[in-house]
């Protein structure tokens, strides 16, 4: 910012002189500080860089200050800096060499602000030490608040990736076992995790509290730290003065560099969820906690300004700058953005939430940026940190873009299962994990997308017409072997008068395609799927649960599934050899266990894989897992369904682990 110090305090010193080119008023050039009892003028770029008095006093400044600086390094800043920091600025009509050799005989009278500047003069050792301090301690603040920034984005990033790592760590099971049930899987306080408390907030895992702790803490004394007012100081009257703009100026950039975690941390395509093995859930519940950080840091920086420039009486003449508006904008923005993303809002008026969400966090981006430019104008490099948060944001929409495009526009199949829930099969793309849907024709938001598990990777087609059991019909489709029938996904080229599938014959061929099960309740966008036969989808995928990838290794695996949430547990149930997994599953529909049953084919949903299918009762999640959960051995319990069952298998997962059981959890749940 100010190097080399010396040379720039020499400069600060003197520019606030007049100067025998200087014009009458106070706009468009530099304004003198301090006394405003001196007469108003302004000294413009082509009068610094012309007038020989204001050249040789600097000259002969730095020359006795800066006895430890190189002469290229003085005459660098000499061409660059000496008149201003803008860009198309003059440069100074002579080199320092040339103009330290017309300082020459020394000067010896003192520059004073009430007479012109006519002669080369000496800087008052009071004025230079006060200008020389303002600048070295706030180029000192400035560089270590830069630097807390970066240590806010680096271990924002580093933690998630560390304590991921953690799993390949061979701890003894059973301690990692028990210090999972005490220390990570349950609710912060009391019982629920997934289930809203007071239907306003989720409640934080103690893991999750752990890392939301950090950051608060991290915050907290990253803004408290380090400052050091000196006097004296040209820049403030008082260290109180000078203590309200460093701590103002480091909530703005603690602000700033939240940014890129918030952005980061809400993406579809965040990096971090490729290599760690944390859920997207988790992150979202993490960018919340960090907007409402970025939010404070806003809000104290825009107060504590306002009260600096109202005390000052400033703040009538400020308010209309441009710097101020934008920064006002951004502010609000966040103000606005807190509220707005409330969990009531976010389930009744999810459409009118993501598109505000969106509107205003762009807005809010673009506003800081200007408010940067407009009162900085780029010298400082402030902006960095909205260019890596957009360059971050650019890259997840890329990204989803391109997903869309791969598969191109699809048509997308309905069929009724029962008054709850529709199944959707989209022929031609394939999938792991979950994907977005996108119905442009269903709504005028064309925007609005959902994710949903997929259920199956293949499709049935019209069962073959063939001359013999050896002869096949050739054609764009391949048949799979009798033998892989069963393990495939099927799905019958007609439904019965109920809308209900028939299981396939063992004659049928399949082709790539998806399914999905999906909930219609409420009157939504999945509520309007149910009247429609046929319609045009945009599939983005796809997105694979890393959290299941781990429990290859575990030897014994009991899958908890409630509703569709069967479709989430899937890839567990194709994945594991029968006898190392258990699946119970509660529904209210026999029809979908029969569907489900008509896609997975008999060779998933077997009897020795299945333990309990449970319909229009409640699965005694207590008995099961005390059952299945054994002494001695690991067991991993993955678990997808309603909020409550989620909640109840957290619980009973905890107090076995707590009892000395070795088992691992996997809560499969997509908050928003």
């Not at 304590?163 to 076992?177: D, G, M, Q």
């Amino acid at each position: 910012m100010y190097n080399p110090t010396c040379a720039y305090a020499c400069h600060d010193a003197l520019s606030d002189y007049q100067l025998s080119c200087s014009v009458p008023g106070d706009r468009g050039g530099h304004h003198h500080m301090g006394n405003t009892n001196r007469p108003a003028f302004t000294t413009l770029p082509d009068c610094y860089a012309t007038d020989d008095n204001f050249l040789h006093s600097v000259s002969y400044c730095i020359s006795t200050h800066c006895p430890g600086v190189s002469i290229p390094d003085i005459e660098r800043y000499w061409e660059t800096f000496l008149v201003g920091r803008f860009p198309d600025q003059p440069v100074p009509k002579e080199p320092y060499t040339i103009a330290l050799l017309h300082a020459d005989p020394p000067p010896n009278t003192t520059a004073n602000y009430t007479t012109l500047l006519n002669s080369t003069a000496l800087v008052s050792e009071e004025t230079y030490l006060g200008v020389y301090n303002a600048h070295f301690y706030f180029e000192q603040m400035e560089t270590r608040q830069s630097e807390f920034g970066l240590v806010l984005l680096i271990t924002g990033t580093v933690i998630p990736i560390a304590c991921s790592l953690l799993r390949f760590v061979p701890f003894p099971k059973a301690i990692a076992s028990w210090f999972n049930a005490h220390f990570i899987n349950p609710p912060l306080f009391g019982r629920r995790h997934r289930n809203p408390v007071l239907n306003l907030a989720i409640m934080p895992t103690r893991g999750q509290a752990m890392l939301i702790a950090y950051f608060i803490a991290i915050n907290v004394v990253l803004s408290c730290a380090g400052y050091k007012p000196v006097m004296p100081n040209a820049f403030y009257e008082t260290k109180r003065d000078q203590l309200l703009v460093y701590i103002a100026n480091r909530e703005g950039v603690l602000s700033l560099a939240n940014l890129p975690l918030l952005v980061l941390y809400a993406g579809r395509n965040n990096f971090l969820l490729s290599i760690t093995d944390w859920s997207y859930s988790t992150f979202v519940l993490l960018h919340r906690w960090i907007a409402i950080l970025c939010t404070v840091e806003a809000s104290i920086h825009s107060a504590m300004y306002l009260h600096m420039y109202l005390v000052a009486g400033d703040h009538a003449m400020v308010s209309k700058e441009a710097f101020w508006i934008c920064g006002i904008v951004a502010t609000l923005s966040f103000c606005i953005l807190l509220p707005a993303s409330m969990l009531p809002i976010r389930q009744k008026m999810y459409n009118l939430f993501l598109s505000s969400h969106f509107i205003l966090a762009f807005t809010a981006l673009v506003a800081v940026y200007f408010h940067i430019f407009h009162r900085f104008e780029h010298q400082w490099g402030y902006e960095t940190w909205i260019y890596i948060a957009l360059a971050i944001w650019a890259f997840d929409r890329t990204m989803r873009f391109i997903r869309l495009a791969r598969n191109g526009l699809r048509m997308a199949e309905i069929t009724i299962i029962d008054d709850n829930n529709i199944r959707v099969d989209i022929p031609g793309v394939t999938a792991q994990g979950h994907a977005y849907l996108y119905f442009p024709t269903l709504s005028w938001r064309v925007w609005e997308n959902h994710p949903f598990s997929v259920m199956g990777t293949l499709m049935a087609q019209e069962p073959l017409k063939t001359s013999s059991p050896s002869t096949t019909t050739t054609g764009e489709n391949t048949n799979l072997p009798f033998g892989d029938i069963e393990k495939a996904p099927a799905r019958s080229s007609a439904s019965d008068s109920g809308g209900y599938i028939t299981p396939p014959s063992k004659t049928s061929s399949f082709k790539p395609g998806l399914t999905f099960f999906i909930t219609t309740r409420g009157n939504g966008l999945t509520a309007a799927l149910r009247n429609k036969k046929r319609l045009p989808v945009l599939v983005e995928s796809s997105y694979a649960p890393s959290s299941l990838d781990e429990l290859r290794t575990v030897p014994h695996c009991v899958v908890i599934a409630g509703g569709v949430g069967i479709t989430a547990v899937v890839p567990v149930l194709r994945t594991r050899d029968n006898g190392c997994v258990r699946l119970y599953w509660g529904t209210r529909s026999l029809q979908l266990v029969d569907a489900a049953k008509a896609v997975l084919g008999p060779g998933v949903l077997d009897s020795s894989i299945v333990g309990e299918i449970s319909v229009g009762r409640r699965l005694n999640l207590c008995d099961i897992l005390e059952r299945e959960v054994l002494e001695g051995s690991e067991t991993a319990v993955v678990v997808c369904g309603p909020v409550e069952m989620a909640d109840e298998v957290r619980e009973i997962v905890c107090e076995l682990g707590r009892k000395g059981r070795i088992v691992k959890l996997v809560d499969e749940a997509f908050s928003w």
